[in-house]
């Protein structure tokens, strides 16, 4: 069954929904996350068959990486390109830090609020801060 990306226009959190292709135009598509029926499906990319080696050099160039930190919304669209580039799904809590990261919301504040959220030491552990 085809997967359908959608965006909520209340709670503007991203999800997607498995359709068959015969309940696309039927279904009553809700928010996964708040239950609202306000969502508007998101238009995916086109897709083009890279190499491994050809994804991980697009993420070489580290140039635009810089004043990330000043930046939320910046450092969530990085994120969600290397994650894009790696193919895989990182799991629900990157796309927490990722949405809140898309509000405006710090990475501090965002470790103060899911402390766990990084293991035992927030996300000082996994990033490296020494």
Same mark, same amino acid.
């Given at each position: 069954?085809p +997967? &359908?990306? &959608?965006?909520?226009?209340t709670?503007? =959190?991203?999800? #997607? *929904?498995?359709? +068959?292709?015969?309940?696309y135009?039927k279904?009553k598509v809700t928010? $996964?996350?708040?239950?609202?029926?306000?969502?508007q499906? *998101?238009?995916? *990319?086109v897709?083009f $068959?890279? #190499?491994e080696?050809s994804r991980?050099?697009?993420?070489g160039d580290l140039?635009?990486?810089?004043g %990330?930190?000043?930046?939320?919304?910046a450092?969530? =669209? $990085?994120? *969600?390109r290397? #994650?894009?580039? %790696?193919?895989?799904? $990182?799991?629900p809590?990157?796309?927490?830090v990722i949405?809140r990261l898309e509000?405006?919301? #710090?990475p501090?504040e965002?470790?103060?609020?899911?402390p766990d959220?990084?293991?035992?030491?927030g996300?000082g552990?996994?990033?490296g801060d020494d």
């Amino acid at each position: 069954m085809p +997967t &359908y990306p &959608y965006i909520c226009r209340t709670c503007r =959190k991203r999800f #997607s *929904r498995f359709l +068959t292709y015969a309940d696309y135009e039927k279904a009553k598509v809700t928010c $996964a996350h708040c239950g609202s029926p306000d969502v508007q499906r *998101r238009i995916g *990319r086109v897709r083009f $068959a890279r #190499s491994e080696d050809s994804r991980l050099d697009s993420l070489g160039d580290l140039g635009d990486l810089e004043g %990330l930190e000043d930046d939320p919304r910046a450092m969530a =669209k $990085a994120f *969600r390109r290397m #994650s894009s580039e %790696l193919g895989e799904d $990182a799991g629900p809590e990157f796309n927490e830090v990722i949405n809140r990261l898309e509000s405006g919301q #710090s990475p501090e504040e965002i470790e103060q609020e899911l402390p766990d959220l990084g293991g035992d030491g927030g996300f000082g552990d996994d990033f490296g801060d020494d």
